[in-house]
């Protein structure tokens, strides 16, 4: 395409560890951008970071996973490579997205300031990370239980895709109605409209 610019190492270099770790390096580039923006975004709108991460920065980083699962589960007859996909993908973007940076963080303020100087510390502020924890972990059980049902019901097709269109259906509604209920529940808690 003409105009547009491509960073791409060859795949043949260095068993194609090159590339990966250019593709790697562009991924963080576009995420900081992303995160930057959101955050920019939330203040505008006078929207706290935690829930701009939940909202924006999430349909950021989970639509092009989606788009991927949806071309995997059109491609298998089981819908294995699209959860597999789509969860571990998330999982990266969990472990990897808040381990690296808080790793980093921890040992940039363990080697810069005196071992008993507060600021040698890496304190979490946010207190609503292990409620969103808890939250997500209930509504992934809640998805991966109901799966678990359309995969051996015989009233779903004995298949997590396909089957039954009316139970299809009522699937995606229960699955649609927990991803609301988790970003009500998580943004309330923010505003310290609920408590725990």
Request: glycine fraction near 8%; proline fraction near 3%.
């Amino acid at each position: 395409m003409e105009g547009s610019v491509r960073l791409r190492a060859p795949a043949h270099i260095a068993s194609g560890w090159l590339c990966f770790c250019v593709s790697l390096g562009v991924i963080a580039m576009v995420t900081a951008i992303i995160g930057d923006m959101a955050s920019i975004l939330g203040q505008l709108l006078g929207i706290k970071d935690s829930v701009t991460a939940i909202t924006l920065v999430a349909l950021g980083t989970s639509l092009p996973d989606t788009f991927a699962s949806k071309v995997a589960a059109m491609n298998e007859d089981c819908a294995d490579a699209a959860i597999g996909n789509i969860t571990g993908s998330n999982s990266v973007n969990v472990f990897l997205g808040l381990g690296i940076p808080w790793v980093i963080a921890t040992l940039y303020k363990y080697f810069q300031y005196a071992p008993k100087d507060r600021r040698s510390k890496f304190i979490v502020t946010d207190k609503s990370l292990p409620f969103t924890i808890a939250l997500y972990s209930i509504a992934a059980i809640a998805t991966l239980l109901l799966l678990t049902w359309r995969r051996y019901s015989v009233a779903a097709g004995k298949a997590e895709l396909g089957g039954d269109p009316k139970i299809k259906k009522i699937c995606a509604i229960v699955c649609f109605i927990l991803w609301l209920i988790y970003l009500v529940c998580a943004s309330l808690y923010a505003y310290d409209i609920i408590k725990f």
